[in-house]
């Protein structure tokens, strides 16, 4: 089975990208022997780095994640220059680089061997080419650069995008900036509500364009924490293909999926007894439910290593990797030779068992302080206000998100504008030395042409704060919920 075409969905910007000549000559730079003077390469002699290092902890993080500070299982990598010789572009395709090669251009898609080490985690994970064998993997500068080029690939300006009603601000934002409408999509506590999809889809005005694109966030969704079922996803995929739209599944919270928040005295620690016990109890994409080649997942190690690697990937049809590798050329070109380098090293090194082993360290800390962050929000906040749901609280299953939510009705200053309450009770915050994310800022806002169509959310009395659990160990987070509860407490006496 091969990928559909959908070629008759590019931009206008896609449809005027022609093939780089010039870049195309470095081809010809692997053949040994062949007189080279065809592109600006410059000499690696010039390159003033001898050598590179790093140490990191090695698998299988028996101590935890967290001992890298501490542990002494750690290993080191050393990249040197290696330099004698004319170092060439596209030539690195070992598993290991050298810096001669490795700083010279390198493949708009990224490094062979970075490239194979994430097709192969994506067979074990997703299971991807059982459905359509033509998929390919393209790296990005991490989930937000890759959703621009995606866009710019796919939109023109004055067309439509899906996305949940409440949903990561910087995305919107792209978008918008771009002229790209983004529709929202109504949610409940298990993300978007497929009735309302279908809802939408079926009544879309007809003088109006039909939308592209689903932007999703759905694992441990950014803000609200909730993450889509299996059922949906497939009610979902479902409808999609019948009204022809891609998928974009943004997942840098895919590997920090803590499970059902359970009450301190019913708590068991999960324990996986193998890494294909870890792989299965993950959510399943949307991209392992593609048969079509619409789905385009986009993975960061922003979450899952460290965001100033500047590094993930989007994996796709093999006709789309292409065209965003075009835009690459005209753009990024790639990413930055030296996280490419310490990024193969790693997870080389580390292999894929390793890898697993890292990111169920990394679940287990995260379910540690999902759990603390929550026992003891819950423990502290008023019964009263709970009973009077003024507060509600709803612990997340994924991500690195939990929200409190106000009935904005409540707060003695409610005049009918809950926002207005929202800005009041986040400045108090402020005020009493807290920083949390207001909700109405990620609010995706109905286009002007949709307003009689889908329903406001005037019904809604509540207003909602997002907090972190991230940034923080738990004494620190239990200092920020107590003044947040303060606060709370003080403003709807
Ligand atoms: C849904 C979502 N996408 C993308 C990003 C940014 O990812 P990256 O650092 O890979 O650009 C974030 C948060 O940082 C996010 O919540």
């Given at each position: 089975?091969?990928?559909k075409d959908?070629?008759?969905?590019?931009?206008?910007?896609?449809?005027?990208?022609?093939?780089?000549?010039?870049g195309s000559?470095?081809?010809y730079?692997?053949?040994?022997?062949?007189s080279?003077?065809?592109?600006?390469?410059?000499q690696?002699?010039?390159?003033?780095w001898q050598?590179?290092?790093?140490?990191?902890?090695?698998?299988?993080?028996n101590?935890?994640?967290?001992?890298?500070?501490?542990?002494?299982?750690t290993?080191?990598i050393q990249?040197?220059?290696?330099d004698n010789?004319?170092?060439?572009?596209?030539?690195?395709?070992?598993?290991?680089?050298?810096?001669?090669?490795g700083?010279?251009?390198?493949?708009?898609?990224?490094?062979?061997?970075?490239?194979?080490?994430?097709?192969?985690?994506?067979k074990?994970?997703?299971?991807?080419g059982?459905?359509y064998?033509?998929?390919?993997?393209?790296?990005?500068l991490?989930?937000?650069?890759a959703?621009?080029?995606?866009?710019?690939?796919?939109?023109?300006?004055?067309d439509?995008?899906?996305?949940?009603?409440?949903?990561?601000?910087?995305?919107?934002?792209?978008?918008?900036?771009?002229?790209?409408?983004?529709?929202?999509?109504?949610m409940?506590e298990h993300?978007?509500?497929?009735?309302?999809?279908?809802?939408?889809?079926?009544?879309?005005?007809?003088?109006?364009?039909?939308?592209?694109?689903?932007?999703?966030?759905?694992?441990g969704?950014?803000?609200?924490?909730?993450?889509l079922?299996?059922?949906r996803?497939?009610i979902?995929?479902?409808?999609l293909?019948k009204?022809?739209?891609?998928?974009?599944?943004d997942?840098?919270?895919?590997?920090?999926?803590?499970g059902?928040?359970?009450?301190?005295s019913?708590?068991?620690?999960v324990?996986?007894?193998?890494?294909?016990?870890?792989?299965?109890?993950?959510?399943k994409?949307?991209?392992?439910?593609?048969?079509?080649?619409?789905?385009l997942?986009l993975?960061?190690?922003?979450?899952?290593l460290?965001p100033?690697?500047r590094?993930?990937?989007i994996?796709?049809?093999?006709a789309?990797?292409k065209?965003?590798?075009?835009?690459?050329?005209?753009?990024?070109?790639t990413p930055s030779s030296?996280?490419q380098?310490?990024?193969?090293?790693?997870l080389n090194?580390?292999k894929?068992?390793?890898?697993?082993?890292?990111?169920?360290?990394?679940?287990?800390?995260?379910?540690?302080?999902?759990?603390?962050?929550?026992?003891?929000?819950?423990?502290?906040?008023?019964k009263?206000?709970i009973e009077?749901k003024?507060v509600?609280?709803s612990?997340?299953?994924?991500?690195?998100?939990?929200?409190?939510?106000?009935n904005?009705?409540?707060?003695?200053?409610?005049t009918?504008?809950?926002?207005?309450?929202?800005?009041?009770?986040?400045e108090?915050?402020?005020e009493?030395?807290v920083?949390?994310?207001?909700g109405s800022?990620?609010?995706?806002q109905?286009p002007?042409?949709?307003?009689?169509?889908?329903?406001d959310d005037?019904?809604?009395?509540?207003?909602?704060?997002?907090?972190?659990?991230?940034?923080?160990?738990?004494?620190?987070?239990?200092?920020?919920?107590?003044?947040?509860?303060?606060?709370?407490?003080?403003?709807?006496?």
């Open positions: 089975m091969f990928a959908f070629s008759h969905l590019y931009s206008d910007e896609c449809n005027r990208r022609t093939a780089d000549k010039l000559l470095i081809e730079a692997k053949i040994p022997n062949i080279f003077l065809g592109n600006g390469l410059p690696s002699k010039f390159f003033p050598s590179i290092s790093a140490t990191s902890p090695l698998p299988p993080f101590e935890g994640i967290e001992s890298c500070d501490k542990s002494t299982d290993f080191s990249v040197m220059k290696n010789s004319n170092s060439q572009a596209g030539t690195c395709g070992e598993k290991s680089f050298n810096l001669a090669k700083l010279q251009y390198q493949p708009v898609v990224g490094q062979q061997s970075v490239l194979d080490f994430i097709r192969e985690h994506l074990l994970v997703h299971e991807v059982t459905n064998q033509d998929w390919d993997v393209i790296l990005s991490g989930n937000c650069q959703f621009d080029s995606i866009l710019r690939t796919f939109c023109n300006p004055g439509y995008i899906l996305a949940e009603e409440y949903s990561f601000s910087s995305s919107i934002l792209t978008a918008k900036t771009q002229g790209v409408q983004p529709v929202p999509l109504k409940d993300g978007i509500v497929p009735e309302y999809l279908i809802e939408l889809l079926e009544n879309w005005p007809v003088n109006l364009k039909k939308p592209k694109l689903l932007y999703t966030i759905p694992t969704q950014n803000p609200l924490s909730y993450s079922s299996l059922e996803k497939k979902i995929y479902d409808v293909q009204h022809d739209v891609l998928i974009v599944e997942e840098p919270y895919y590997f920090l999926q803590t059902e928040y359970q009450q301190k019913e708590r068991k620690e324990k996986f007894n193998s890494h294909n016990e870890f792989i299965d109890s993950l959510a994409s949307f991209l392992s439910l593609d048969t079509d080649g619409r789905v997942r993975e960061s190690y922003s979450k899952t460290a100033g690697l590094l993930g990937f994996a796709a049809s093999s789309i990797t065209q965003l590798a075009r835009y690459n050329t005209m753009s990024i070109m030296f996280s380098i310490f990024l193969n090293e790693l090194s580390w894929q068992e390793g890898y697993l082993d890292w990111l169920i360290g990394l679940r287990h800390e995260y379910t540690i302080k999902r759990d603390g962050s929550l026992d003891f929000l819950l423990e502290n906040v008023p009263q206000l009077q003024i509600k609280i612990p997340p299953v994924a991500g690195m998100f939990f929200t409190i939510e106000l904005a009705k409540k707060h003695p200053n409610y009918g504008d809950k926002i207005s309450i929202e800005t009041h009770i986040n108090k915050l402020i009493g030395g920083v949390v994310a207001p800022w990620f609010a995706v109905n002007e042409e949709f307003k009689h169509i889908v329903s005037s019904e809604n009395e509540y207003i909602f704060f997002r907090l972190t659990f991230a940034a923080n160990d738990l004494p620190q987070i239990e200092e920020g919920i107590e003044k947040v509860i303060k606060v709370i407490t003080s403003e709807f006496q």
